[in-house]
């Protein structure tokens, strides 16, 4: 049972505004600091001293416009109004305990930025006009997980403290708690950038639409972070990851014959992208089974053709990619 109480969001990613060869181009890193935020903040909030006050509005004005957005649905930062609702927010105890225990996890990002660093590399190997942004952590209180501005992004770090975290057991399920640890961090903060530099442009109703758009993150989140394992990627047991490849086929013909990859309904396309077992193809079906048969199309598409990556996340047309995926498990 997940209760409500303190904490009454978790979504996945705000989009705050964002600016918009034949083979992959390799991984030269670029160098990635996350920006503490966080620590910042926290130490403000323990003294609420003036001095920490005035270095905040100095360091971190964009921060604080785009978490006082997050939170409170105001940029206005600079009034003492302001400052008061985040000391009350930020000192509930069950939260001031959760970001103190984020903070320890988080402690040395040394390994986050070197990935980060690689991933970013890629993305300016590939995508040569595409801005990389300056990266910080915030502690959102499962409110806001991603937080993306013109050249800012960040990610709240109390999502990511282990799946066996025990305040995670109130409020979210076993598998919603798969990709709440650390692993996910560099992942979903790659992810969170692609999606602001690359909406999804279809039909949100439309399971195809859905699925190669899904599908090109993946390929991308693989290709950019190659040492990041299929089955984690996917938050799937290596048993789950193995079902999923042994049953594709059976997969695909489901989709067909139930003719869910072209009618348009929200309710049953969301099914295939849920983190919840994906009961209605099989009771041995893992959940997200669009992302990963999106995943598996583009990655044929782009085994098939002389595609690089910019191009691929410029064609829109998932029809098109499926077509010259020739995907038939």
């Given amino acids: ?16 505004g964002c600016n918009s ?13 996350i920006r503490r935020f966080d620590r910042s903040l926290y130490d403000w909030v323990l003294t609420d001293a003036p001095v920490l006050q005035q270095q905040l509005q100095s360091e971190y004005a964009s921060m604080l416009k785009v978490i006082g957005l997050s939170l409170f649905k105001t940029q206005d ?13 930020y000192s509930e105890p069950t939260l001031s305990k959760l970001y103190r225990d984020a903070l320890k996890t988080f402690n040395n990002v040394e390994t986050i930025e070197e990935d980060l660093s690689s991933a970013f590399g890629y993305l300016q190997n590939n995508f040569p006009g595409m801005q990389i942004p300056a990266v910080y952590m915030h502690v ?4 806001r997980n991603v937080l993306v501005d013109d ?43 692609v999606m602001s530099e690359y909406p999804f442009q279809g039909d949100d109703r439309v399971l195809l639409d859905q699925m190669i758009y899904e ?5 991308l989140i693989h290709e950019a972070l190659p040492k990041l394992i299929p089955e984690t990627l996917m938050g799937y047991t290596p048993e789950e990851y193995q079902w999923c490849k042994e049953n594709a086929k059976t997969i695909w013909e489901e989709i067909i014959q139930r003719k869910h990859l072209y009618t348009p309904d929200h309710v049953t396309t969301s099914k295939y992208f849920s983190s919840a077992p994906t009961q209605f193809i099989s009771d041995l079906a893992p959940g997200n ?11 044929q598409y782009m085994s098939r053709n002389h595609v690089t990556p910019e191009e691929l996340m410029n064609n829109t047309d998932a029809q098109d990619i499926l077509t010259k995926s020739k995907y038939k498990p």
Wanted: proline letters at 3%; aromatic letters at 20%; hydrophobic letters at 40%.
């Fill in 140 to 143: 959102s209180g499962f409110n």
């Fill in 77 to 89: 930062t600079q009034t003492e109004e302001f400052f008061n609702r985040m000391i009350n927010y």
């Fill in 215 to 219: 599908g090109k993150i993946q390929y």
């Fill in 1 to 16: 049972m997940v209760h409500k109480s303190l904490f009454l969001f978790f979504t996945t990613l705000i989009l705050i």
């Fill in 289 to 299: 089974l669009g992302v990963w048969i999106g995943w598996q199309i583009v990655s």
């Fill in 21 to 33: 060869c034949d083979t992959v181009k390799g991984n030269d890193s670029t160098d990635i600091h």
């Fill in 151 to 193: 050249s800012l992004l960040s990610i709240s770090i109390d999502k990511y403290l282990g799946a066996d975290y025990p305040l995670y057991e109130n409020f979210f399920y076993a598998h919603e708690r798969r990709k709440m640890d650390p692993v996910y961090v560099a992942p979903d903060y790659f992810a969170a950038w």
